[in-house]
């Protein structure tokens, strides 16, 4: 069965960086456009970003936009998503998805799940 896995979360001070990876496994990877989302307590899950299938179409929320980059390697079936000056209403549970769509922010139109990494941003 498809296996999305993330990893690199954890605790960073504010204006900190963070580098969270997701690998792909029993899936054709390329074929998905790659998504992050995330979700803090009490909170419903919000998009982040997203790449196209080739890597050379980005999407980000406008919170996230010049502070996170979504990066992808369809050699090595990863998706990254690099975070640099996380503030504390960063902190959530990340979780990358695959979709068969072409573009989608809904996470409705994601067809595979992670477990999700917990990051925690200090004031």
């Known amino acids: 069965q498809v296996q999305l896995v993330e990893s690199g979360g954890g605790l960073v001070q504010s204006g900190g960086s963070l580098r969270l990876s997701c690998v792909a496994s029993r899936l054709t990877f390329s074929v998905f456009t790659m998504g992050w989302f995330r979700q803090a307590p009490g909170k419903e899950r919000e998009f982040v970003a997203a790449?196209?299938?080739?890597?050379?179409?980005?999407y980000y929320a406008d919170s996230v936009k010049g502070r996170f980059t979504i990066l992808r390697d369809n050699a090595k079936n990863t998706v990254t998503l690099q975070m640099n000056s996380l503030q504390p209403e960063d902190s959530a549970v990340y979780s990358c998805a695959a979709s068969v769509k072409w573009y989608s922010n809904l996470q409705y139109d994601y067809n595979y799940w992670g477990q999700g990494t917990q990051v925690t941003v200090s004031s």
């Open positions: 790449i196209s299938r080739s890597g050379g179409s980005t």
